[in-house]
């Protein structure tokens, strides 16, 4: 079936829903905040204005939400689309949510006969855009190849890492090695800054060492260097300090749960806090050198 019911047209959500209309989907869209639907007003897409409608229209649901109670609130809450989905539909969230609500959602689909796949994503907006994603499948073997075909519209790695809720797992410690990689290259660049080091020496060097990573290569913090550098716009936010806050935050429940220190994560996390606690929330997460250490003139 071509059709597909897309929920939740935000950053992330809006260009998603673009490239499987680009792959000629059907797509019927549902979004609270009604001024994101501007974006389709040149595409066949449809509109739908409840659950009922949107349900009707399709057996395979995309949504891409804030996270997990937002989640909670579309599939368990009052009238929640849960109430209106057909038996044996197939039900992909794409959300960056915690294990918990997960899994539980995941029961409550289960209950009805629906299949319900967890695909968070890695790639940020511009992978978004590109339909570059990696994408982290948990959920039954049983559906995903025919999951996996609808997900090579968003991304160029489809990856099953497991029952349900593991793709969850795998995305808040991908992005927990994401913080803590970001915070090391920003301390490494401002201490050789304050040698007198210039940076983009330093970057030459680096990015040909051990000391490379991907946070560096792809969202170095300092402007002027890489075209992919939030810093070259004021650190507009490709991903947000709120967001890696909210992944950080994930990921240390989870280490608590299992009693791990995960004393890096921990650390990253409190950075993180204190960063977003000065108003710095909105901003990209590689602004996080504005807090670590004043930079050289």
Not at 20 to 48: E, P, Q, V
Not at 115 to 125: E, I, L, Q, R
Not at 208 to 236: C, D, E, F, R, V
Request: aromatic share 10%.
């Amino acid at each position: 079936m071509r059709n597909i019911s897309f929920i939740g047209l935000g950053a992330m959500g809006t260009p998603m829903a673009l490239n499987l209309i680009k792959k000629k989907y059907n797509l019927f869209l549902y979004d609270i905040n009604h001024k994101n639907y501007k974006f389709f007003s040149n595409t066949n897409s449809k509109i739908c204005n409840n659950y009922n409608d949107l349900s009707k229209k399709s057996d395979i649901f995309i949504s891409m939400l804030p996270d997990g109670k937002a989640l909670t609130n579309l599939v368990l809450g009052k009238n929640g689309i849960i109430n209106f989905i057909k038996k044996k539909s197939i039900f992909i969230d794409c959300s960056s949510i915690d294990y918990k609500t997960t899994i539980k959602v995941s029961n409550e689909f289960s209950k009805k006969g629906i299949k319900f796949f967890d695909a968070p994503v890695s790639g940020g907006v511009s992978g978004a855009k590109n339909a570059s994603l990696t994408i982290m499948v948990g959920g039954s073997k049983n559906n995903y190849t025919h999951v996996k075909k609808i997900l090579n519209a968003l991304g160029k790695n489809i990856i099953y890492v497991g029952k349900s809720g593991s793709g969850q797992i795998v995305k808040a410690c991908n992005n927990m090695m994401l913080g803590i990689n970001m915070i090391g290259v920003s301390e490494a660049f401002t201490l050789a800054n304050h040698y007198g080091i210039n940076s983009k020496i330093f970057f030459d060097v680096t990015s040909k060492s051990t000391g490379s990573s991907w946070a560096m290569l792809n969202h170095l913090p300092i402007k002027g260097i890489i075209k992919t550098s939030a810093a070259n716009n004021k650190y507009k936010p490709g991903y947000s300090a709120s967001l890696i806050l909210k992944d950080l935050s994930i990921a240390r429940d989870m280490a608590k749960k299992v009693s791990l220190k995960a004393l890096m994560g921990s650390k990253a996390f409190e950075i993180y806090t204190s960063f977003c606690k000065k108003n710095k929330s909105n901003l990209d997460y590689s602004a996080i050198i504005q807090s670590l250490f004043k930079s050289r003139k």
